[in-house]
Every structure is written in structure tokens, then in C-alpha cells.
């Protein structure tokens, strides 16, 4: 890849992130983890990698960032979890994120 996007809020590990990106590509941290994220030398070292951070953009920024997913099909993997789940998608978190169908209207994530 030439470029990472990791919004990821918790703490994780960012080194295999950083592995699928191309030599001189770039990752861009705008999560914000409580704890601080390692990053061991060699793993930006090796290809010239780069790793930014950036925090909310303006909403010019997050319009422009719609625009360019809608022009080249970018689309997010969701999961749509009814209300009685919510404890377990809490705990899941770390890893994935959730849209909580709170109106129980059984969204279709595909669509």
C-alpha cells in the first residue's frame, strides 16, 4: 500500500500496519490511543517509511476525504449490531467498529 490511514482509538500494535505499506510509504495516526503506540526504529528505517499524525480535520478536509472515497469506491466494512449487543461490540472495539441499529430497523451493512 502507499499509504495507512490507522484511526484506530486504542492501543495496538502498529508495526504490522506499517509492514503493508511500500518502501517510502506513509502511515497517518489519527486515533487516539491512551497509551503510547511503539514504533521500534527499523520499522520505518527499512524502505523509508514515514509516519504522520494529524488530528480532526476541518470540515472541508472530512468533505474533500468523502468526495475522493466516493470517486474511487472506497467504502468501509461495517457491522450493524442491534442494541442487545452493544456490551459485546464494546468489547470488541479494539479491533473492529460497529453501527448500533438503535431504531432495530435491521440495516443491511452491504448496501
Known sequence: MDGVIDTVSAGHRIVP?????????QMVVV????????????????GGKRVAGNG????????????FAGEHGIAAD???VGMDYVNTA????E????VVDVAGSHLDATA
Open 17 to 25: 500496519l506499517l509492514e503493508l505499506l511500500k518502501p517510502m510509504g
Open 31 to 46: 486515533g487516539a490511543p491512551s497509551k503510547p503506540l511503539e514504533l521500534p526504529a527499523h520499522a520505518i528505517v527499512v
Open 56 to 67: 480532526v480535520g476541518s470540515i472541508t478536509d472530512c468533505q474533500a476525504m468523502l468526495d
Open 78 to 80: 461495517i457491522e450493524v
Open 90 to 93: 464494546i468489547e470488541r472495539l
Open 95 to 98: 479491533r473492529y467498529r460497529f
